[in-house]
């Protein structure tokens, strides 16, 4: 079920958008499941059209859904396997532990992940 909250600084096609990932990378949502059009789940969540539609816009982007005039479907994807689920959760519960705030715990895994991918192209450095 989605949510979301008003009183939280994200925005909420960023909520909207962030749920729907991860039950997509969860396997919570099967590859072709339809999603609510972008007007009911408007409605349901109270928030404005535009911001569902932004939110389909970015996830239609990363790939894990595709719309047409019939509607948002799931993409076939790669579901997050239990190793990277334990390994997450471990990264999390020390990040918290250390009182790490969010952005910055993210900001840790973006410079890693770009890190890693740099390492072994010609041409690119590693920060």
């Known amino acids: 079920m989605i949510t979301v909250d008003q009183s939280l600084a994200i925005p909420a096609f960023e909520q909207i958008r962030g749920q729907l990932a991860h039950a997509i990378r969860a396997g919570e949502l099967d590859a072709g499941a339809r999603l609510p059009s972008i007007r009911q789940l408007a409605g349901d969540l109270r928030v404005a059209p535009g911001t569902v539609a932004r939110a389909f816009t970015e996830l239609e982007a990363a790939g894990l859904i595709r719309s047409d005039r019939r509607g948002a479907r799931v993409e076939e994807t790669t579901v997050a396997g239990d190793d990277l689920r334990t390994a997450a959760a471990a990264f999390i519960r020390c990040a918290r532990e250390a009182s790490i705030p969010l952005e910055d715990a993210l900001s840790l895994v ?9 390492e072994g192209e010609p041409g690119k450095q590693a920060r």
């Open 110 to 118: 973006r410079a890693d992940w770009e890190s890693a991918a740099c």
